[in-house]
């Protein structure tokens, strides 16, 4: 599993893709847009395999 942890001026959430180890072109600090259900675990927002985009 492959977790990300993304944040804008809101504030931050995990986004985790099961069975992926890497996202290619995903390098830190890059800007990405990703959707999907909101879950909470252990206290932190979470999105289990969000749709994505990757801004180049």
């Known amino acids: 599993?492959?977790?990300v942890?993304?944040?804008d001026e809101t504030g931050?959430?995990?986004l985790s893709f099961l069975g992926?180890?890497?996202i290619a072109g995903?390098?830190?600090?890059?800007e990405?847009?990703?959707?999907g259900m909101v879950g909470e675990?252990?206290?932190q927002l979470i999105i289990l395999?969000?749709?994505?985009e990757l801004l180049i």
Do not use: K
């Open 1 to 3: 599993m492959l977790q």
């Open 5 to 7: 942890e993304v944040w």
């Open 12 to 14: 931050g959430i995990t």
């Open 20 to 22: 992926r180890r890497e």
């Open 26 to 30: 995903l390098e830190v600090g890059m």
């Open 32 to 35: 990405m847009r990703a959707e």
């Open 41 to 43: 675990e252990d206290g």
């Open 49 to 52: 395999n969000p749709s994505y």
